[in-house]
């Protein structure tokens, strides 16, 4: 075998070792979970035309696992943690204006498991003088479907009756959006742990969930397939993680008892400067700051519903109680975000941007699914409608 037969056997080698060493990091990762229903909601998206000279609306959500007694806090800390948001929320934010002229707003999804009343009270206080809304976030383990639905009645009747929360159906019963503890929506875990109902959808659906916003997942293994969407999905009887696959808003008629999902971004990308690729996966917190580039990344992933390509939803999450993560949502990275909003605003005609929360977020976009050509404001309690409290 000549020298040059050698070196370039060594080279193939060696590129074969790169190729599998990426495989195998991208499955520790999960990538290969959800790469395909990227790659194909990218192209449809590529596909899609908006007008070059029509504004473009972007709808930031916070979605917050509001969680005060993260990892064992004793009630001394976990009191400190609610104080702090009820305290410097609205000085540090309070003078922050959108498109609309409306301050940010902010969703606690406060978990049911570890209720604390003084806790709820505090931010349904802060709630109430227009800084965000409180919905339902929840961790259970090896449970039954009994069980969770007498669970989800028995606190949205306690939210809603107690301490003036959440929003309401148009017959009057309360509304609620809901995020499911360690990701593990509709039984999603391959293990099978923090959760145990398979039919986990209907049991929301039947109690007045108006939609979840749990995923993206990733780099969990309960992510879905389906990635960057808003969609309808259906339990199946004796079957877990329905919600892998579901049916665009706006595709058509909704299904019968179906739940709407609405996904924050998920996608890859080589930030500048960096050494490596990342996933972009929505998420706020003190590695993950916000910033204009990853703003890029979150309009690009193209959430939206179909009939409004101008309205792009952005739905991030965090878990806001936790010191690290507040120094972020609290303090300069996020204060330094939200100016930065502002001076886009001003300098580019084409771009608007609207602070809503999981609530505002569903009703655009069943608006939007309605046919809706309005404004942003005029769509914001389309449905379901604010607590009478508020």
């Known amino acids: 075998m000549s020298p040059a037969q050698i070196t370039l056997i060594a080279a193939a080698a060696l590129i074969l070792a790169g190729i599998v ?85 902010h969703t606690f999804f406060y978990p049911i498991d570890q209720y604390e009343p003084r806790h709820v009270d505090a931010i349904a206080g802060l709630c109430r ?37 959440l929003g ?5 019963r309360p509304a609620y959006g809901f995020i499911h503890g360690n990701w593990a929506l509709d039984n999603s875990r391959p293990d099978g742990r923090w959760c145990g109902v398979n039919n986990e959808l209907d049991i929301l659906q039947r109690t007045g969930c108006f939609a979840d916003f749990t995923l993206p997942s990733a780099p969990d293994a309960t992510q879905t397939r389906k990635v960057n969407s808003i969609y309808y999905a259906t339990g199946r009887p004796g079957c877990c993680k329905s919600h892998d696959r579901g049916v665009d808003v706006g595709a058509g008629p909704p299904p019968p008892g179906a739940l709407m999902l609405i996904q924050g971004p998920l996608r890859p990308w080589w930030p500048r400067g960096s050494r490596t690729p990342k996933v972009e996966n929505g998420c706020i917190q003190h590695s993950q700051p ?75 976009a069943k608006a939007a699914e309605a046919g809706f050509d309005g404004p942003v404001l005029g769509a914001i309690d389309h449905l379901v409608r604010p607590s009478p409290s508020r």
């Not at 899609?48 to 001394?76: K, T, Y």
């Not at 259970?140 to 929360?165: I, M, P, V």
Request: net charge neutral.
């Open 21 to 105: 060493t990426v495989a195998l990091a991208a499955r520790r990762r999960n990538i290969h979970r959800w790469l395909g229903g990227y790659l194909k909601h990218e192209s449809e998206r590529r596909s899609s035309r908006i007008d070059p000279d029509s504004p473009i609306h972007v709808l930031l959500c916070i979605a917050d696992h509001f969680e005060p007694g993260w990892d064992g806090a004793s009630i001394e800390k976990a009191d400190a943690r609610v104080e702090s948001w009820v305290r410097d929320y609205p000085a540090t934010h309070g003078a922050f204006r959108d498109s609309d002229g409306r301050p940010p707003r």
């Open 129 to 165: 003088a227009g800084f965000g809304e409180v919905e339902v976030h929840l961790h259970h383990d090896h449970d039954t479907a009994a069980n969770l639905e007498a669970t989800l009645n028995r606190f949205t009747t306690l939210f809603a009756e107690k301490h003036g929360l």
């Open 168 to 172: 309401r159906w148009p017959d009057g």
């Open 290 to 364: 916000p910033s204009m580039a990853r703003l890029d990344q979150w309009t690009r992933a193209g959430v939206s519903v179909r009939s409004r390509p101008d309205w792009v939803f952005v739905k991030l999450h965090t878990h806001g109680a936790t010191e690290a993560n507040t120094r972020v949502l609290l303090g300069e990275p996020m204060t330094r975000f939200h100016t930065d909003l502002a001076r886009r605003a001003a300098a580019d005609h084409r771009f608007r941007f609207h602070y809503v929360t999981a609530r505002e977020m569903y009703n655009l």
